[in-house]
């Protein structure tokens, strides 16, 4: 359970990387958004709508993840989080950007909206 905005955001990308829903959905809220660099925008309002992931994926590795907005009563935080694929020589490495938007609910910070801005 995230304390902390920038602990929900590493108990996300910890989630992303075990490729379980079940696991994911621990560290969001539904509805949850994830936006695409395409404009695309997909609303999970349930675990049973979350997508299965895929398993073959390299992990993510946290390169870099900022604190750029938060809200008046500080229950709302937004973080530009930098993600490096395969880091190790893969010839799949791939760097990428997205927007995090965790919110506390209950003491408790989870992942509301993820936007996906595109490869560095």
Known sequence: MATTALEA???????????????????ITYPFVQGLPNGAK???????????????????TLDSCAEIARSPDGKLAVFDVVVDQAPDGNPHHRRREA???VVEIDGEWKTI????????
């Open 9 to 27: 955001v590493h108990e996300h990308l910890a989630a992303l990387n075990s490729h379980e829903t079940s696991e994911i959905s621990k560290t």
């Open 42 to 60: 997909h609303l999970y309002g349930t675990e049973s709508e979350y997508p299965p992931m895929s398993k073959g994926q390299p992990p993510l």
């Open 99 to 101: 927007l995090y938007c």
């Open 113 to 120: 909206w993820r936007q996906f801005l595109g490869y560095l």
